[in-house]
């Protein structure tokens, strides 16, 4: 009873968000077919539009994976958008200081400085919360401003590319680049990455006794404390790697995509990255899953948009409802829900 | 003293007020809501819909007072969301804000659209003038900075000495208090802890909301996609950095204020300087603060936990 | 005519009687204890008249009239106030605002701060209870801050004091101050309730005591008709168990648990004080006392959760005194805590999951730095069969199972391994009779096998039955050790669990 109980709700849900979706786009004056139809075939209408959605999963997987291993430990990140703001400072100044090394070697070692630099940015705020209890919610989010406005301030200065007069980076070294794995398309290997950091990652959480410690100290600390578990050490931990993981993020996105540093390389894919952890249950495979989910819905509302006019910004008023109706599911849906 | 450099300390002050009055409307409003124990990181929102409503309203009426009203109108419609999420739903907080963040960044962009389309020049509304207080107005360099500004910055400067006078002065503020501090107290003694805290949360829009409308009714005149940029997220560490406290508000929000300023004439001064120096600067700051504070607990006990009366 | 008068009360909590058609009588301008051991039903019968319970059958009168209260706030409106253990005050207001928290008084919203202290000074002045109006509660020691609980209620024109064992946290000293207060309060015409477990107490304040034992009223008497002996004996209350235990085989070659002048100091006050205790392989010795006596603290020291402030410990003569959790576990410390929930499981876990909070660190588990799942598994699945655990399956989560077979759980993980010392606290709490049985069958293999185990109970009957040595704490001290033999006088032994050391027999400290 009290399972199917729980799959109606969720259903429930489902249906709610699609009534809203027709409900705005009725506001637009759009044809709801047509407006359906756009979606779907840009989403799955060619070739290039189903790369463009895994193009734009890969950092939603990365950043998304990152704040599920905190939230697994009790490490709330918020700040996922300054930390692969840092990996990509960290690929840049790397790529550019030892630029004559092969891609072999260079390709690894700027993910490894993304991930420390990710890290490093990520940790601080882990340790104020560890060893002084300060909410990392507040520290981490600020730590995004502060990150990107070191961003700023290098592509304007230090960074800054003399040829050109706009705030951005010289373009990076051929060596750190990461090839194009589906021709015609700009699909590239961060993929790739983002698909082994999900193997690694689950290898990690699941399988390790680290990861396990950090689950068990993310459920209760108080028996961890108990058992001889360190709570500190284990915050510590899982705010570096998922800091870690967002600065990949960061790297992939200079050293497929943009190729160059620059001050828009994150439409908000941190802040994103809290509501795929959420939707996919700070699990590696349901990460995957709602980073997919949301990389369609953002490259659909495109097709939305250029086929039956309906504005792009649809799909933020989806994402924050679906996760409004989530939040309030148990309190919706109270009389499908309660046993007895 | 130099008459120029008077002058350039005036014209700093007035700009720096007025930067500040959003900021120390919705950090005001911030700060009610996290005395009662709800933390609200969705201020943005509060006052994106406090800026897209009161345009709107004021663009289609003419009026500017009714656009003020719709203003207030559209904060509360977003904290009173927050409020029953918190409250009724006992939900994650922080996710909450977070979510209403992309609902109303979209919601607002997407309402624009529909209304006006796609424009090259962006419609405009009227603004609220400047109000000379008399004689105030006079007094050398703090007289223009606080006499001579719109209603906002009037409404701004009240609102923190009404909100001072609340918190430390009335029982109502002790009530406040004691249900973010130990709800179970304030509950045992008698009060009814939900209706305080949604209270909170319908004062926290009112005064976002205002804080939203400041912006485009108060200085731009118009509104585009994100207007506020991150003003709400200022807010939040408007509040930290000020502990809280009405008057610590308003100090860091001038403080804040007074980089923006800095930032904004640096600009056309051309000055080497990359703004974001100014623009990081109060985040810098706030996390020193945060350094600082270490072993003094400045956050109400109950912050960000739902409260269960305890049955049996 | 009784100022109060419960008939009958009868409560239940999830089948077990609380209040067992329990009456009890209070007159007008008395101060009246009610004494028993923990679970005796003394905080239920409270709660039930406070409204913070409700009861299943009975009847309350108060001043004649019938009451049936839903909410403190119905009973401070007949002037009935209660304090309890758990203080209500908001640590960041000061005194007054806490007394007035709720109260619409003169000028509400806009309290005349001045004239309010003043009434406060002159309540708290006329029953001794000195208190610094605008001091910030944070800042007040614990008899302070029951000062102003008790104000607070004063405030409110109560009539009748409901007090939850009142001097639990209280130095003598302070206990002395509080004794003026209540004869002042008396002496005004109050009436006064104290839950307590310490007969020198009730003898030296009150004027009738009530005995609850097992959710009954066991005894109503003048204080001045009865003596300490025979209360003890009424709270207590048990036949001697004796219990066929093997004899202890010395292990010459292990030196077992020892503790030696352990102390613990926190917030200034004393929670352990000076502890020397010896327990050799294969020996049981059972720590009886009321729960709050420093158990928990003891407990925790032992194991390493805290760190003591002084003195020394030692497993089988490797100091083990500043040594954390981990290395505790290590050297083949077990630990059952009375709060398993809190302490000892990760409910949201499976079973597999929570034998790994000890054996995650495990090499024989470990395989290429993974966990061997197979291995883990393997393991589970024989503790579960080897201490009959009923569950749906390994994955199913903690919170699933019954209270029993989540302790048969703990055992299982705390017991393998063969651990040289067990540390047990409260390890048949909130089970049921197969159930504990079980649980006292394996302390007593273990002991069997030659492991020093600690066994600290609330329930005298339990320890009795198990231990081979039996050592009283009280506040924090050893009060006795005695050989768990026939001769064994219960009556000493309840009365050291109340706070008063015996001359007669027990080892020297």
Known sequence: MKQSGKLLSFLGIAVLTLSISILLILMVGSNVNQAFFSFLSGIFGSFYSVSEVMVKATPLILTGLGVAVGSRSGFINI??????????????????????????????????????????????????????????????????????????????????????????????????????????????????????????????????????????????????????????????????????????????????????????????????????????????????????????????????????????????????????????????FRRLLTDE | ?????????????????????????????????????????????????????????????????????????GGIFVSMIHGVLSIHCKANQTIAGLALNFMVMGLTSFLFLIVFGQTTTLPSC???????????????????????????????????????????????????????????????????????????????????????????????????????????????????????????????????????????NFQTLGFPIPTQVFSMFPYVVAVIVLFLSIGKSIDPSALGVPFERNKR | MALLSMKNINKSFFGKMANNQVCFDLEPGEIHALLGENGAGKTTLMNILYGIYSRDSGDILWKGQEVSFTSPRDAIAFHIGMVHQHFMLVPTLTVSQNITLGLKEKGYPFPDRKALNATITEVSKKYGLQIDVDAYISSLSVGEQQRVEIIKLLYRDAELLILDEPTAMLTPQETEYFFEVLRKLRADG???????????????????????????????????????QELSQYMIGRQLHSIQREPIVPDAGREGLVLKDVSLQENGIERLDSLSLQIAPGEIVGVAGVDGNGQKELVEVILGIRKQSRGKI?????????????????????????????????????LTDNMLLKTHTDHRFIKHGLINSRLVWED????????????????????????????????????????????????????????????QQQLLQRRANGCCILLISADLEEVLLLSDRIVVIYKGRFMGIFPNSKELNLSHIGLMMAGRTSEVGGESL
């Open chain 2, 126 to 264: 009227s603004v609220f003038s400047e109000v000379k207080i008399p004689l105030l107005w006079h007094i050398p360099i703090i007289g223009p900075a606080l006499f001579n500004q719109n209603l906002f910055v009037y409404i701004a400067l009240i609102s923190i000495v009404l909100t001072a006078f609340f918190f430390y002065k009335t029982e109502w503020g002790v009530n406040l208090h004691a249900v973010g501090e130990h709800p179970q107290a304030a509950n045992s003694a008698g009060l009814n802890v939900f209706a305080i805290r949604y209270f909170a949360c319908f004062v926290n829009g009112v005064l976002g909301g205002l804080g939203g409308a400041s912006i485009t009714l108060g200085q731009l005149g118009f509104f585009m996609e994100n207007v506020t940029s991150g003003r709400g997220y200022i807010a939040l560490v408007a509040v930290i950095l000020g502990r809280r406290n009405p008057i610590g508000i308003l100090a860091a929000a001038m403080v804040i204020g007074f980089s923006q300023a800095l930032q904004y």
């Open chain 3, 190 to 228: 109050h009436s006064v309730i104290i839950i307590t477990h310490r007969i020198p107490e009730v003898m030296s304040i009150t004027d009738r005591v009530t005995v609850l034992r097992d959710g009954y009223n066991v005894v109503t008497a003048k204080t001045s008709d009865i003596n300490e």
């Open chain 1, 79 to 332: 700040g996922a958008e300054g930390q692969l703001y840092m990996g990509a400072i960290a690929v840049t100044g790397i790529a550019f200081w030892l630029h004559d090394l092969p891609a072999i070697v260079m390709i690894p070692l700027v993910i490894l400085g993304g991930f420390v630099f990710g890290g490093v940015w990520s940790v601080i705020p882990g340790f104020l919360k560890a060893r002084f209890g300060i909410s990392e919610v507040i520290t981490t989010l600020m730590f995004n401003y502060i990150a990107l406005g070191i961003v700023g301030i290098l592509v304007r200065t230090w960074l800054k590319d003399p040829s050109s007069s706009l705030p951005m980076s010289a373009f990076l070294p051929d060596a750190a680049t990461l090839p194009i794995i589906l021709s015609s398309t700009r699909l590239h290997a961060g993929l790739l990455v983002a698909l082994i950091s999900v193997v690694i990652i689950w290898l990690l959480v699941w399988k390790t006794p680290a990861g396990y410690e950090m689950r068990a100290v993310g459920l209760n600390p108080r028996a961890c404390m108990c058992s001889g578990i360190s709570v500190y050490k284990n915050i510590l931990r899982s705010s570096l790697i998922s800091g870690g993981l967002a600065g990949i993020a960061g790297v992939c996105e200079v050293t497929g995509l943009h190729h160059k540093l620059l001050e828009g390389i994150s439409p908000g894919y941190g802040y994103i990255a809290i509501i795929v952890a959420l939707l996919g249950k700070n699990h590696p495979v349901g990460v995957v899953i709602s980073a997919l989910g949301i990389a369609a819905l953002q490259v659909g509302s495109l097709g939305m948009q250029r086929m039956a006019g309906v504005p792009t910004s649809i799909s933020s008023i989806i994402m924050g409802v679906v996760v409004l109706l989530i939040l309030a599911r148990k309190s919706i």
């Open chain 3, 314 to 350: 030692r497993l089988d003569g490797v100091d083990i005194s500043s040594m954390n959790v981990l290395e505790h576990k290590k050297l083949g410390i077990g630990y059952i805590s009375d709060d398993r929930q809190q302490d000892g499981l990760v409910m949201d876990m499976n």
């Open chain 2, 1 to 73: 003293m130099d008459s120029g450099f008077i002058a350039l300390v005036t014209i700093y002050l007035i700009d720096s007020v007025r930067m500040a009055t959003p900021l120390i409307l919705a950090g005001l409003g911030e700060a009610v809501s996290e005395k009662a124990g709800i933390l609200n990181i969705g201020v943005e929102a509060i006052m994106l819909s406090g800026a897209f409503f009161s345009f709107i309203v004021s663009f289609f009426t003419g009026n500017l007072y009714l656009g003020l009203l719709a203003g207030i109108a």
């Open chain 3, 380 to 439: 589970t699945q024989k503790a579960v069969e080897d201490y009959a655990i009923k569950t749906p399956g390994l994955n199913t989560p903690l919170r699933n199972l019954s209270g029993g077979n989540q302790q048969k759980l703990i055992l299982a993980r705390e017991m393998a391994g063969d651990p040289k010392a067990i540390v047990a606290h409260q390890p048949t709490r909130g089970l049921d009779i197969g159930a504990t049985e079980f649980v």
